[in-house]
């Protein structure tokens, strides 16, 4: 069964960093696209980053673009979320989420990981 | 961006009736469209994809059309388990964009 499992959540005060991690099983992570997604509280979804294993450029939501940077362990079927100079508006809940044969589709979600970015 | 505008906000149906959910693309999006159900705590689950074809394990009482840039997604006869909050999202232009949902509640 496909499984993705996010982790590296918590508070982190403003200016600063985090990195969330989702490591997947039940597939080779390196053959799919795949996803950053977010949900501000009580709020709808949005997508914050996209990579996959074939060399294709990553690609980010303009809110994020050139804070976070994604990227992925081979070998640890793991996939990363790397979040500098953090604001209050990136307070989410973090999935990660594989996508539908290189559509922008998102066939398998994660249970989500909660960042607050407060003082 | 292209803006996706779901309609109602809220859905109040008896178990047992049909749910009829709207989504409205402020330009056209092909069928590059998608629904997903989401309950408390867990991640989106994947309904429909290309605005009609199910996903995989998805029971046949939910089906997805698409009429220009209005989507509709149908679920015919609710059981306990649809009540949920559902969203739409289109892949046909970056950045890819979701609906502010609608949640399915009890009568």
């Known amino acids: 069964d496909v499984q993705l499992v996010e982790s590296g959540g918590g508070l982190v005060q403003p200016g600063g960093s985090l990195r969330l991690s989702c490591t997947a099983s039940?597939?080779?992570?390196?053959?799919?696209?795949m996803h950053w997604v977010r949900q501000h509280p009580g709020k709808g979804l949005e997508w914050v980053s996209r990579m996959n294993g074939d060399g294709s450029p990553t690609r980010y939501a303009d809110s994020v673009k050139g804070r976070f940077i994604i990227s992925s362990d081979n070998a640890k079927n793991t996939l990363y979320l790397q979040m500098n100079s953090l604001r209050g508006e990136d307070t989410a809940v973090y999935y990660c989420?594989?996508?539908?044969?290189?559509?922008?589709?998102?066939?398998?979600w994660g249970q989500g990981t909660l960042v607050i970015v407060s003082s | 961006d292209i803006v996706m505008t779901q309609s109602p906000a809220t859905l109040s149906v008896s178990p047992g009736e049909r749910a009829t959910l709207s989504c409205r693309a402020n330009?056209?999006?092909?069928?590059?469209l998608a629904w997903y159900q989401q309950k408390p705590g867990l991640g989106p689950r994947l309904l429909i994809y290309d605005a009609s074809t199910r996903a995989t394990g998805v029971a046949a009482r939910v089906s997805g059309s698409r009429s220009g840039t209005d989507f509709t997604l149908t679920i015919s006869s609710l059981q306990s388990e649809d009540f949920a909050l559902y969203y739409c999202q289109q892949y046909n232009n970056w950045p890819w964009t979701f609906g502010q949902g609608t949640r399915v509640e009890v009568k």
């Open positions: 989420a594989r996508g539908y044969y290189g559509s922008g589709v998102f066939d398998s």
């Open positions: 039940g597939f080779t992570l390196s053959t799919y696209w």
């Open positions: 330009q056209s999006i092909s069928s590059n």
